[in-house]
């Protein structure tokens, strides 16, 4: 191992809390071409238990410093070029932990555009300036008389010509520069202040006409509320230390810097100076590093944010295969039905008028009740947009009036946030060419219950909308984070080989869009896949990608049990050393977790696997083929609840957590308005994250504690402590509505894009609510 590789493994080994050669194995692995799903899962031994968590920080701190190794190589070579590399400096650069430090060290030696202190250099005023800092009894003004020239015309441009020298100095000083830096990360205070004039257009962020506080400690959604009001110019921002107490700290470290010590002549002048440089120069690269700064420190929030949202969302509970009838509500333009199969394939449609202007109500309910009795409908999917709870009750209408006895479907209301991305993509139009857009978000509506994860995969991540500014953050780390999030999601659940659409396959370990829709044509063709080593006859799946995807996909009738299984197709022999220990079929073990009692992991390690794969094995032969995803529960809407109007202070109510912020989280409690459930509110104990408490998905119990109609702000409470609320007015019989993530933390499939739910708790929250976008 090279000095730079160990380097790097030292440094990514703190930041993952792992040992370098932990770091050093999962380096390899990656550069050799091995997905972070496949490493996770099949190569423990290797890596010490990484997990993919790990994974994915350690392969972005790689190429960070594999970055900044190769910036540090540039550098060197740069000086070195100049003829000005010494060994202080060669053990700076090379001592360099970050970016900015390198950057730093490197500013006197960049080569630059011509600026003032190389004018006042070729004008002969350097001396000057060395005459200043070495004779400080000396008048200033007496000094630079002789330097006066047909270029310097008098004593003031002589002296002005020192200052540009010197400034430019302090401003290429790594020593000085990296001190202000910290000066500034412990002082600095964030101020935001309207511009004239922009006080109506921009009152949606009134709460910064007037803002102060500490730039270390600003929560990301208010930074990028603040960035954001810059941005459309309503306000302007400054970043600086406090004018009365900071900035004279800031100016002192400047003049230590120069070394100024007593007060003669030349120190006063000095003095001046580094408050001139400070103002002009270097207050103002501060607020550029630091500007940066929040801003990158506010879009990794933010993404965090949008990446635990979407993997909450992803992994929600399956409804199963069940043939659903999906419902895109709608008025005018009536509500759009789709039926699809337990397989998710299209059945039927048809566009129903129930409401205004046509209101055909009876003809609507016949519609429902025909589509139920003629395809064996078991679930209903409702999209929560509008006119959602009002096709919620023509449905719950339409039900009652089938035959006693006879089976209900049960009706859900479903997220339909990205569901018209997907009816007008391309992806979309390959799969229902001769189906009207509108009709295709019906059936969007209906798979996503069956199951979220293989359809929301065809949405891209951030049309689903569980995060908060992202349009304002960098949209290619967004990207990247939430692919990986998706690509995590997926290889965690497994994926059926011979039911899975390419979009879903192009995101499984090792594949891509072309290989999936490889593996579809040839599905296509051939019929279904008999085995996965039947996957090797795809054309341009080699060896590589097939161990990198083969455990992920799964094979129901295959002749090899295993391909039902998470085991990899490289351990199948170790798990028939298992199954031929128990001495019965491998059938008659899959899931019989008796049979396998008294074995011993240790006793079937090899050269080849290890403890934590023959672990997994006997985990896996416990629960073959199992879903991680939890069991599919349902919240409970209250009856006469509809609209935000109905809301009274003190009610209980159960709803659906559909984002997760910084600041809280919003239920959706079926009144079209998500409330919002300030972290202050979310339990009775301090609540630092408030996903400490609850994920998109939970269902939970609120209590409602404001309503502003108006503003159409809903405030809600989990706090058991009833204090200060009203009692409960006007409790209705509670019915089934939303799949939901249980009382034990069990997932749930309805979700809904954060943006719309709002609160009035008091100055803060309302802010907090007004930014949730």
Known sequence: MTQTADRIARSIAADINARPDQVTAAVGLLDGGATVPFVARYRKEATGGLDDTQLRTL??????????????????????????????????????????ALEDIYLPFKPKRRTKAMIARENGLEPLLRAILDNRNALPEKLAAGYITEAVPSTKEALDGARDILTEELSEHADLLGRLREFMHAEAIISARVQPGKEDE???FSDYFDHREKWATIPSHRALAILRAAKEQVVTVDIAPDPDTGAPRAVTMVEAAIGITGSEPGDIWLREVAGWTWRVKLSLTMYVDLMGELRKRAHDEAIAVFGRNLKDLLLAAPAGPRATLGLDPGIRTGV????????????????????????????????????????????????????????????ADALKQLPQGTPRPSSVIVSEAGASVYSASELAAEEFPDLDVSLRGAVSIARRLQDPLAELVKITPQSIGVGQYQHDVDQRRLAQTLDAVVEDAVNAVGVDLNMASAPLLARVAGLGPSLAQAIVAHRDAEGVFPSRKALLKVSGLGPKAFEQCAGFLRIRDSSEPLDATSVHPEAYDVARRVVQACGRDIRAIMGAPEALKG????????????????????????????????????????????????????????????NVAAFGAFVDIGVHQDGLVHVSQLADRFVKDPHEVVRTGDVVKVRVTEVDVARKRIGLSMRKDNAGSKPPADKKPPRNANPGRGPKGQNRQKSQQGSTGQSALGAALMDAMRKQK
């Open 202 to 204: 921009g009152v949606k």
């Open 336 to 395: 759009k039905a789709a039926v699809v199969d337990a397989t998710g394939k299209l059945l039927a449609t048809a566009t129903l008028y129930p409401f205004q202007p046509k209101n055909d109500l009876r003809v609507a309910q016949a519609a429902v009740l025909e589509l139920v009795r003629q395809h064996g409908i078991e679930l209903i999917a409702i999209g929560n947009g509008t006119a959602s709870r009002e096709t919620e009750r023509m449905v």
């Open 599 to 658: 074995l011993r992991a240790e006793d079937f390690v090899d050269d080849r696997f290890g403890l934590p794969t023959v672990r997994d094995i006997l985990a896996e032969l416990e629960k073959p083929g199992r879903d991680p995803r939890p069991d599919f529960v349902t919240a409970r809407l209250a009856d006469g609840i509809d609209d935000i109007k109905d809301l009274r202070p003190g009610m209980s109510l159960e709803g659906t957590v559909t």
């Open 59 to 100: 392969a972005d701190r790689l190429t960070y410093l594999r970055d900044l190794e190769a910036r540090r190589e540039v550098i060197l070579g740069s000086i070195k070029e100049q003829g000005k590399l010494t060994d202080a400096l060669a053990r700076a650069i090379a001592g360099a932990e970050t970016k900015a």
